[in-house]
């Protein structure tokens, strides 16, 4: 029995379980499911829906925010045989011209410094399934969303780790991390996506992430509540889409 995801127990998830910060959003995607049944809904930031999405068992999960939560719901995840994760998530932008609303996919991730030390050195690459992210990039662009390919930062904080400043009487001064990391290639930022990658690469199951732009952090414009809740169920049926897809392809 899980420690944290309780009532998961090995046999309950699907082909394919999606994974979300918000636990609200899992309500959200499972209105894409038929025959839904709640496995998960504790008092913390877990929550987990299965069903059946194209007559076929799927699951979503959510993982509440940054590290540490995220670890503890992968290994669960992982624990009761999870076969492939998809992290449905949103990101701040951090390179010009792409906009709220936009799609981004990971091709790999840098790290906050001692980001799963425990796991791996600094030096191991946190990346995706590059098979796995290239179907679902086919799925999204056939249906006429905007995506861009590139490497993410995820980071251990919000505020000073992303190089936003709080609002607080005593001002620490905060380094601008966009201008030093956007010349290095980094399109996006966030606070999940690595410890997915680097699971999914020490447990060998296939993972990828993709994350509807919510702010862009060149010009701070933000996609509004109504739109992004809307391009989220889109993107993740889309997603839900291509993951089958890659499952009947790579089982054959």
């Known amino acids: 029995m899980s420690i ?25 995607i499972s209105s894409l499911f038929t ?10 930031e877990f929550v987990l829906y299965v ?18 939560s995220t670890e503890i719901a992968i290994t669960e995840l992982l624990e009761n045989d999870a076969q492939m994760i998809i992290r449905c998530g949103g990101c701040g932008a951090w390179r010009e011209g792409i906009n709220p ?3 981004i996919l990971n091709s790999g991730m840098a790290r906050s410094e001692g980001l799963l030390s425990a796991y791996v050195p600094a030096v191991y690459p946190a990346v995706p399934n590059p098979l796995l992210l290239s179907q679902i990039h086919n799925e ?12 993410g930062l995820t980071s251990e904080t919000y505020y000073f780790g992303q190089g936003r400043t709080p609002a607080l009487k005593t001002r620490i001064e905060t380094p601008n991390l966009i201008e030093y990391w956007e010349p290095r290639g980094i399109i ?19 993972v990828a992430n993709c994350l509807v732009v919510h702010v862009s952090r060149t010009n ?3 996609t509004n509540d109504e739109d992004y809740r809307r391009l989220h169920r889109e993107s993740a049926e889309l997603v839900l889409n291509a993951a089958l897809k890659f499952v009947s392809t790579n089982t054959q």
């Open 220 to 222: 701070e414009k933000w």
């Open 35 to 44: 025959n839904v049944e709640s496995v998960v809904d504790t008092s913390r």
């Open 140 to 151: 999204l662009t056939s249906n006429h969303k905007t995506v861009h390919v590139g490497i």
């Open 4 to 28: 944290h995801l309780k009532g998961l127990k090995p046999g309950d998830l699907g082909e394919v379980t999606l994974i979300v910060g918000d636990p609200g959003r899992v309500e959200l």
């Open 51 to 68: 069903g059946e999405y194209q007559g076929r068992r799927v699951s979503v999960c959510s993982t509440g925010i940054g590290v540490g």
């Open 188 to 206: 996006n930022c966030e606070m999940e996506t690595a410890v997915l990658y680097l699971l999914g690469s020490l447990y060998n199951i296939p």
């Open 101 to 103: 609303g936009d799609i």
